[in-house]
């Protein structure tokens, strides 16, 4: 690619980087889906009898909006067939989906309004970790059962016993990369570069660390950068002095690309590993895909697996949007699946479907009881409401992701 198109395509991506806290206005209120209803409503977020309304909360428009819509997406292709196999006991699921640009103070003001005004029974999202913190901590005095596809930030699930998730979280896949680097890549010395302003990306590098530490492989270089940078050419030249066995990218795959494109230019011949934020890399229009060759990341799912139940999902999936969908898309649809399992749980087990206290504790408690085959694996959950499961290691080669292995 000629030098004048990468730096183009740099100055492009720069206007989009994905960071879990958007740069949006947020005393602005959040923008409802114009399609959020998968099951009728009166327009003014009231279920139409014989429905029950269940809240979304996700980034549509703004920096990950790539993410909060594939999560949609996936939410709303699981209600659609669990409607049409007859719902809960006959009652349709109706979803109130809120637009919160990725923004924590538009996703509070969803929260509140799909709380108070929308008398929804429960909640799935926020997406990304920063905005799910807020929404996390006030969702303890309510008691509302919430659940995100992929808020992977461990504190999200600490500040009460109603908030579960459906992704690993950043100790699980920064740990899990770190002993991968070790005993399956036979790395011996490991360089990380990270987004200092940035929850996830800081917690990943800390997780990576400490398991780097414990396995006995060395950090000769962890260099930092502020979440606006597009040019990191000075923390890639000390890290080059270095020459590590393997280089830690733990950021969306937006800055992924432009530090791995910059990495290869500078001659670096580390063996790249990325995280579950690093899928997607693959979409980037334009970009010269061969700097992935050979990076490894963590993921939640693989487009390959050969289940019905996988190449169920991925038929309908580009039947209904016409693409294929990506492991955010199967985060959503098992979010959506374990959350209307507990739901009909709950009235199987003789509780009135309600906004009430006790119907909300009831559903915490099917949630706590989840035994489920999902897309991404089979889930229950441990005492902190976070999945117990394997994650699936993927290695880019020749423009494609290919799977490794449950690791």
């Given at each position: 690619?000629?030098?004048?198109?990468?730096?183009?395509?740099?100055?492009?991506?720069?206007?989009?980087?994905?960071?879990?806290?958007?740069?949006?206005?947020?005393?602005?209120?959040?923008?409802?889906?114009?399609?959020?209803?998968?099951?009728?409503?009166?327009?003014?977020?009231?279920?139409?009898?014989?429905?029950?309304?269940?809240?979304?909360?996700?980034?549509?428009?703004?920096?990950?909006?790539?993410?909060?819509?594939?999560?949609?997406?996936?939410?709303?292709?699981?209600?659609?067939?669990?409607?049409?196999?007859?719902?809960?006991?006959?009652?349709?699921?109706?979803?109130?989906?809120?637009?919160?640009?990725?923004?924590?103070?538009?996703?509070?003001?969803?929260?509140?309004?799909?709380?108070?005004?929308?008398?929804?029974?429960?909640?799935?999202?926020?997406?990304?970790?920063?905005?799910?913190?807020?929404?996390?901590?006030?969702?303890?005095?309510?008691?509302?059962?919430?659940?995100?596809?992929?808020?992977?930030?461990?504190?999200?699930?600490?500040?009460?016993?109603?908030?579960?998730?459906?992704?690993?979280?950043?100790?699980?896949?920064?740990?899990?990369?770190?002993?991968?680097?070790?005993?399956?890549?036979?790395?011996?010395?490991?360089?990380?570069?990270?987004?200092?302003?940035?929850?996830?990306?800081?917690?990943?590098?800390?997780?990576?660390?400490?398991?780097?530490?414990?396995?006995?492989?060395?950090?000769?270089?962890?260099?930092?950068?502020?979440?606006?940078?597009?040019?990191?050419?000075?923390?890639?030249?000390?890290?080059?002095?270095?020459?590590?066995?393997?280089?830690?990218?733990?950021?969306?795959?937006?800055?992924?690309?432009?530090?791995?494109?910059?990495?290869?230019?500078?001659?670096?011949?580390?063996?790249?590993?990325?995280?579950?934020?690093?899928?997607?890399?693959?979409?980037?229009?334009?970009?010269?895909?061969?700097?992935?060759?050979?990076?490894?990341?963590?993921?939640?799912?693989?487009?390959?697996?050969?289940?019905?139940?996988?190449?169920?999902?991925?038929?309908?999936?580009?039947?209904?949007?016409?693409q294929d969908p990506n492991s955010f898309s199967a985060l959503g649809y098992d979010s959506a699946q374990i959350m209307f399992s507990a739901i009909k749980a709950t009235e199987d087990g003789g509780q009135t479907i309600d906004t009430s206290a006790e119907c909300r504790q009831t559903i915490i408690d099917s949630l706590k009881a989840t035994d489920l085959d999902c897309l991404t694996g089979h889930i229950t959950f441990d005492e902190n409401n976070n999945p117990i499961k394997e994650c699936t290691i993927i290695k880019i080669q020749g423009g494609k992701d290919e799977y490794v292995e449950k690791y």
């Amino acid at each position: 690619m000629k030098k004048s198109r990468i730096f183009a395509l740099v100055l492009a991506l720069a206007l989009c980087l994905t960071t879990l806290v958007a740069c949006g206005n947020g005393n602005q209120a959040p923008s409802a889906d114009p399609n959020a209803s998968v099951a009728p409503s009166d327009g003014n977020g009231t279920a139409t009898e014989g429905t029950i309304k269940v809240g979304v909360i996700t980034p549509l428009t703004g920096d990950v909006a790539v993410y909060g819509t594939a999560v949609n997406n996936g939410i709303k292709l699981y209600t659609e067939q669990f409607n049409k196999a007859g719902g809960i006991n006959g009652k349709e699921v109706q979803l109130v989906i809120y637009d919160d640009k990725g923004d924590a103070t538009e996703s509070l003001n969803a929260y509140n309004k799909l709380v108070t005004s929308d008398q929804v029974v429960a909640i799935i999202g926020p997406v990304t970790s920063s905005p799910t913190f807020g929404v996390a901590q006030k969702s303890v005095a309510d008691n509302m059962p919430c659940i995100t596809a992929s808020a992977t930030h461990p504190d999200v699930t600490k500040y009460g016993s109603n908030f579960f998730r459906t992704c690993f979280e950043d100790p699980f896949q920064g740990g899990k990369m770190a002993s991968y680097a070790k005993e399956k890549l036979g790395a011996s010395t490991a360089a990380i570069i990270y987004n200092t302003s940035d929850a996830y990306s800081t917690g990943l590098m800390e997780a990576f660390t400490a398991k780097a530490q414990e396995a006995g492989l060395s950090i000769v270089a962890t260099e930092g950068y502020a979440k606006d940078d597009v040019d990191f050419n000075a923390q890639l030249t000390n890290i080059a002095t270095k020459n590590p066995d393997v280089l830690f990218i733990p950021d969306y795959y937006n800055k992924a690309y432009l530090i791995c494109s910059q990495a290869k230019q500078l001659g670096i011949k580390s063996t790249f590993l990325g995280v579950d934020g690093t899928d997607g890399v693959l979409t980037i229009e334009g970009a010269d895909t061969s700097v992935f060759d050979g990076m490894y990341y963590p993921n939640h799912y693989y487009s390959g697996d050969t289940s019905e139940k996988v190449q169920s999902f991925q038929t309908a999936y580009k039947a209904a949007y016409n693409q294929d969908p990506n492991s955010f898309s199967a985060l959503g649809y098992d979010s959506a699946q374990i959350m209307f399992s507990a739901i009909k749980a709950t009235e199987d087990g003789g509780q009135t479907i309600d906004t009430s206290a006790e119907c909300r504790q009831t559903i915490i408690d099917s949630l706590k009881a989840t035994d489920l085959d999902c897309l991404t694996g089979h889930i229950t959950f441990d005492e902190n409401n976070n999945p117990i499961k394997e994650c699936t290691i993927i290695k880019i080669q020749g423009g494609k992701d290919e799977y490794v292995e449950k690791y």
